[in-house]
């Protein structure tokens, strides 16, 4: 009887242990094909999770158990202070920031980072880790510095003509135009 009842609280657990792989296999899936940099640092500043775009963006090893201490690693300092900043929030509440950074090719590209707290034990007043996504928006920087020069062109090219227009406009006023 014994004995039953050991094999089933042993077939109980691998089913649960099978489930938990899964779930995680299913995770990590999802994190790999997310198309955006996602990496997470517990309360010592250890990399507990980074897809492989993090991995290619911040140059990190691909994932191993032992990633290493955070600064050493990202090689961007604003990022650095702004995942600590997170993690010693009293608030759970998400910070942004815009930063330029270099990809793997060389070229250097802006992201927008989302940054917060990852609680533990659903305690967000302890020194817990911090997730970051970041999200290229190096087009839309480029799309916003075209309509700034756009506008300082149009603008140029305005007050030439309007300049001619205001000084006959002031001669006429003054009645000495012809």
Known sequence: DRQLMLESARAAADIRQQRLTSQVEWMEAVLSNLGEPVLAVNAYDEIILA?????????????????????????????????????????????????????????????RASAGKLPLANDVSQDSGAVVVLRDITAQRSMQKQHAEFVSSASHEMKAPLAGIKAYVELLADGDAA
């Open 51 to 111: 897809n492989r775009d993090a991995e290619s963006l911040l140059r990190l090893k691909p994932m191993v158990t032992d990633k290493g201490r955070l600064p050493p690693i990202v090689g961007c300092e604003r990022l650095t202070n702004m995942i600590h900043e997170v993690r010693r929030r009293t608030s759970a509440t998400l910070r942004h920031e815009e930063l330029e950074l270099e990809d793997a090719t060389g070229h250097k590209r802006w992201y």
